[in-house]
């Protein structure tokens, strides 16, 4: 019987494969003892071409943050909307903004999947109301919480034992009435992306490409 194509890649493999740490996939140490990609041939000498190199920063990108491709490209239609230049900034900051996201960032959640299962369970408030759409962009000021029958949580409970990152400047945690409150202080950017990234090399990937 042929095996299922669920379209889901191991994380190892991901990284390897892109050769660098994504620590939106939430499993660290995949270049730590095969620092080169996957197969017979993955630790030879490997030439790239110009294509490959954008490529890959786009895949970086679609990795890190769990996207699909339709997913990145309707995030880039919109930071490309009314932005005459550095759209790709505008574009980081938004999806560092996504819930899903932030939770992860914040340590409530160790990696973007878990962090997306705990908002579509219902564990999730922002500012004070439940939340279920992980994909839901943030503004300034807005605050994320888990609720309270939810602080025993598995999820949460582990994240909160072996943080992935450290707190990122745009995003400030606090304890509120015995509550631990995440509220995002500023809208981020390039300067945010929790892995090494080339704005360049991801824009002429798109400049020729209908978005």
Known sequence: MAKKNTG???????????????????KAGALERRPYPPGENGNKRKKY????LRLEEKQKVRCHYQLREEQLRRFIRDSKR????NWVNKLAGRLECRLDNI???????????????????GHVMVDGKKESIASMVLKPGQAVTIREKSRENQIYVM???????????YLRKEDVNGV???TIQAIPGTEHVPFPFDAGLFTEYYAARKV
Do not use: C, M, N, W
């Open 8 to 26: 889901k890649k191991p994380r190892f493999k991901v990284q390897r494969r892109l050769g660098v740490e994504l620590p939106g996939l939430g």
């Open 49 to 52: 071409s110009d294509y490959a």
């Open 82 to 85: 009314g932005a005459k230049t």
């Open 103 to 121: 939770l992860f960032r914040l340590g409530f959640a160790s990696s973007i999947r878990a962090a997306r299962q705990l908002i579509s369970h």
């Open 159 to 169: 994240a909160k034992q072996s943080p992935r990152l450290e707190l990122p400047d």
């Open 180 to 182: 631990e409150t995440g």
